[in-house]
């Protein structure tokens, strides 16, 4: 059984930053893209970014690139993803998903994406 753990968030400033992770567990499970999507209080969900198996291709959203990046740690016991999330503003409020697909490069489409986290909340006060 495949889970995404997720971590991280919470309420902080606006200008501060935030890292978010995202830990698969399951036997086997691996060589998948991860995404994360964002959804704001009374807004849909949205797409924010998306990463590869090996980390060679990331897209982000316009409204997070410069700002957000992802990195991976790739590990025979675990394997984790991350967002890290700098100047933070109030638009940036809302709860965040990781999620998994075996897309090679993933995916902006939140129906291309088989696994998901649970969300984290993050705050970001002005």
């Known amino acids: 059984q495949v889970r995404l753990i997720q971590s991280g968030g919470g309420l902080v400033q606006a200008g501060d930053s935030v890292r978010l992770s995202c830990s698969a567990s399951?036997?086997?499970?691996?060589?998948?893209?991860l995404g994360w999507f964002r959804q704001a209080p009374g807004k849909e969900r949205e797409f924010v970014a998306v990463?590869?198996?090996?980390?060679?291709?990331?897209?982000?959203a316009d409204s997070v690139k410069g700002r957000f990046t992802i990195s991976i740690s790739r590990g025979s016991a675990q394997n984790t993803d991350y967002l890290q999330m700098n100047n933070l503003t109030s638009e940036d409020t809302g709860v965040y998903y990781c999620?998994?697909?075996?897309?090679?490069?993933?995916?902006?489409?939140?129906?291309?994406?088989?696994?998901w986290g649970r969300g984290t909340q993050v705050t970001v006060s002005s």
């Open positions: 990463g590869s198996w090996n980390g060679d291709s990331t897209e982000f």
């Open positions: 999620a998994a697909t075996f897309r090679k490069y993933g995916s902006r489409l939140q129906d291309e994406f088989d696994f």
């Open positions: 399951g036997s086997l499970f691996a060589n998948y893209a």
